[in-house]
């Protein structure tokens, strides 16, 4: 199957995740599951999201698909997940090794893409997501991870955050 089809295919699932989840923790599981699952690239999907009142700002890891982590919690300022929330600007990292942002969880990982996840208009959390091959976020994969964090977002903003 051609890519762009997969992802499009995705996405329509995605949408009805979004439509079926009656919580945002629960589209985050049921997100991370099936991206993990689904795309054979993303070989470690996860939600950091921000500590409300932490000081200083701190990233929590919420659900996630794959190894465990030693990095359960993120300062603001520190790594790619740090530079994506801090910006709130997607990050693409095609050689994780090139990149001194970079905090090693896996020798493994070989790319990243970490994109911010926006409650109206202000950065709450961000999808991260580990490949172990380099420079396997494509344009079209940025698109459906991007898309999978607004979905977050709207269910966020859906339930008050």
């Given at each position: 199957m051609p890519v762009a089809r997969r992802i499009e295919e995705i996405r ?84 994780v090794n090139s990149d001194p942002r970079y905090l090693a969880c896996s ?55």
């Open positions: 329509l699932e995605l949408n009805a995740l979004a439509q079926a989840a009656s919580t945002a923790q629960e589209l985050m599981q049921t997100m991370a599951k099936l991206l993990h699952e689904r795309m054979l690239k993303y070989n470690w999907v996860g939600f950091y999201m921000l500590e409300p009142g932490a000081q200083p700002p701190m990233l929590v890891l919420g659900a996630f698909e794959g190894a465990m982590t030693p990095h359960t919690r993120i300062p603001l300022n520190q790594g790619i997940c740090g530079a994506a929330a801090s910006s709130g600007q997607t990050v693409v990292v095609d050689d020798l493994e990982t070989k790319s990243e893409i970490v994109v911010p996840v926006f409650v109206r208009g202000k950065v709450v959390g961000e999808l991260d997501i580990d490949s172990h091959f380099a420079a396997a976020f494509t344009p079209e994969h940025q698109d459906l991870v991007q898309h999978c964090a607004m979905l977050i977002g709207k269910k966020l903003e859906a339930s008050g955050q």
